[in-house]
């Protein structure tokens, strides 16, 4: 409704209306017949009680009186805003005003920053730790006649365990986890629905895509082989450079999945991304010659891990380009699938790179705590990493991989004695520097305009921002503007 002293004009439609009008009386008895019998105002007629005819000389003194019954549409809508009221004070009751959504979707974003960070931490260093245990010489323990075959690098010293793609394949085992977990949360957030419901809508989206059984199992063995691969790859680099700079390497993926999804996806060209995308290959380049050409392993490790970042690049943009759009049931069921693909078509492989040789796996002294922690941690991570969107912003989701190599830099300084500088600390910055550039957002020109105006006013001394400038008074319909007068007139 219109406030008092408004005048209703185009700008201001709403109108006061009156309230509909309903005349009722009480039950009156009637005087013919002394029967007793009770009419009640506006009903029907009866022939017994004839109602009597409304003429202008009585219509006003026998009137009864007048009451006033707001329409359903008021009814209800004063209802549910006192509904309203009593949840919003209930929600005040329980949470601060702090807590707005906005306000919880950062806490959420922090919150989901330090899990991600702390979670590929440790995969990353224990399976380090794993690489850097010093082969025991005991008498006990079985030595090997060729002691070459536990140097497979000039810089890697003796070891226990040498095991990159058994590492991959045990860790990949892990993500059949992932749709039981899902399973779960959704049987205790939705009780209405069952365990087979949930299955059979799962499947159910994926048919309705036009997947096949065959067809959508064939689909998930090429992803399996593409995501143990990027991982193998990512462990071997771990036996040869240092835990830091993988973790920097494999940031690079960032700038991977942009190029492929202007490429595949056809998404938007952003040219601050391409000049990130030449960063995060400069500081690569800085990576792979920091102890030079030759006599030194770090090129291929520094390969290794750049491949493992495509890998993971090529996994994420593959997955929307075949799968389309999928919720959450579907992507948990897919990953689900890949690890149980991994567990029943890769073991083979382990077993074969065991007998010839190529890994060792001591079973007198298996790291299986380390490997254990590395297991959860991952999956962990990954559970985290792919449905974080749903509590935060994407953003917090993708700077918990450049946020773990200050945290791991430390750790390998702390444990390890490493040293940051020259060639090596100039790589990570400059793959920092395009990773963060990669996040800006496509309309970033605007945000910086914006920010431009408002400091050129602030110098000027004009208070306000530019929403007052076009402000809009609702009483007279005018509109302030440095093109018109408040006479209309064009100055």
């Known amino acids: 409704m219109a406030r008092d002293g408004d005048l209703p004009t185009i700008f201001n439609p709403k109108r006061v209306r009156a309230p509909s009008v309903i005349i009722t009386c009480e039950e009156v008895e009637s005087e013919q017949g002394g029967s007793g019998d009770v009419e009640r105002a506006n009903g029907p007629p009866t022939p017994l009680s004839p109602r009597a005819p409304l003429t202008p000389q009585t219509s006003i003194s026998s009137a009864p009186p007048l009451t006033t019954q707001p329409s359903l549409q008021q009814a209800y809508s004063e209802s549910a805003t006192s509904s309203q009221d009593e949840e919003r004070q209930l929600r005040d009751k329980r949470c601060p005003r702090c807590c707005s959504k906005f306000a919880k979707k950062i806490y959420f974003g922090l919150c989901v920053t330090l899990v991600l960070v702390v979670s590929w931490v440790a995969v990353t260093h224990c399976v380090k730790h794993m690489y850097m245990q010093e082969y025991p010489l005991d008498h006990d323990a079985p030595q ?213 040789g190529s890994e060792l796996l001591p079973a007198h002294r298996m790291p299986w705590l380390h490997l254990l922690l590395a297991s959860v941690a991952l999956l962990v991570f990954h559970l985290v990493f792919q449905f974080g969107n749903i509590m935060t912003y994407n953003i917090f989701v993708s700077l918990g991989l450049i946020t773990a190599v200050p945290v791991s830099a430390a750790l390998d300084v702390v444990m390890y004695g490493a040293q940051f500088a020259g060639m090596k600390l100039a790589g990570i910055i400059l793959i920092a520097v395009g990773f963060f550039l990669v996040m800006f957002p496509d309309n970033w020109p605007d945000y910086i305009m914006r920010l431009l105006r408002w400091s050129r006013r602030r110098q000027r001394g004009q208070p306000g921002s530019g929403r007052n400038r076009d402000a809009m008074d609702y009483r007279t319909g005018y509109i302030r503007s440095h093109l018109r007068s408040p006479s209309g007139r064009v100055r």
């Not at 494999?250 to 391409?274: K, P």
Request: charged letters at 10%; aromatic letters at 16%; glycine letters at 6%.
């Open 144 to 356: 090997s006649a060729d002691p070459s075959t536990y140097n497979f690098t000039s810089k890697i010293p003796t070891n226990l365990y040498n095991a990159p793609f058994f590492t991959a394949w045990f860790c990949t085992n892990w993500l059949i986890l992932f749709y039981p977990l899902y399973l779960i949360v959704m049987l205790i957030h939705n009780k209405c629905k069952s365990a087979h419901d949930i299955v059979f809508d799962a499947f159910s989206d994926f048919k309705e895509k036009g997947f096949t059984f065959a067809r959508f199992l064939s689909r998930c063995a090429l992803f399996c082989l593409l995501w143990v691969l990027s991982v193998y790859m990512y462990t071997y680099a771990l036996r040869i450079l240092l835990a830091t700079d993988v973790v920097a390497l494999f940031a690079t993926n960032v700038s991977c999945i942009y190029l492929l999804s202007w490429v595949i996806l056809h998404e938007q060209f952003v040219g601050v991304r391409i000049v990130a995308a030449i960063l995060c290959d400069t500081g690569i380049a800085l990576l792979a010659y920091m102890d030079g050409i030759t006599g030194s392993s770090t090129l291929g490790g520094v390969v290794l891990a750049a491949c493992a970042a495509a890998g993971f690049a090529i996994f994420k943009v593959l997955f929307r380009k075949v799968m389309g759009e999928v919720n959450s049931g579907q992507r948990a069921l897919f990953f689900s699938i890949v690890g149980s693909v991994n567990a029943l078509l890769l073991w083979p492989v382990c077993l074969a790179l065991y007998l010839t």
